[in-house]
């Protein structure tokens, strides 16, 4: 599956059940997930999406870990698999 498509599917699902999938430009702050989920009730999940198989550069994780600190949900999804656990995850 390629990263289009997973795009694609993660944004389907997160809009079908009432949520904002926003792409993100964090201009001047490289490192930073490519998708903000906005989940009805107040939830926030950073979601970096890759192809499968494809692992997160050495800032990404830099910035996972900092988002992670302040209480952020930060994800990398890199398959249909892992986008059903989030739904599970995010709209019990």
């Known amino acids: 599956m390629l990263e289009r498509s997973i795009d ?5 699902e997160i809009n079908r059940r009432g949520g ?3 792409k993100l430009a964090a201009t001047g702050y490289a490192g ?7 989940i009805p009730g107040g939830q926030i999940v ?5 192809a499968p198989g494809k692992h ?6 830099k910035r996972f870990q ?3 600190q302040l209480g ?7 398959s249909a698999e892992q986008i059903k656990e ?3 995850e995010v709209f019990r």
């Open 66 to 68: 900092e988002l992670s």
């Open 32 to 38: 930073m997930p490519d998708r903000l989920v906005l």
């Open 86 to 88: 989030l739904i599970a």
């Open 8 to 12: 694609w599917k993660l944004k389907r």
């Open 72 to 78: 952020f949900k930060v994800i990398k999804i890199d």
């Open 46 to 50: 950073f979601v970096e999406l890759k």
């Open 20 to 22: 904002m999938y926003i």
């Open 56 to 61: 997160l550069r050495p800032l990404q994780k």
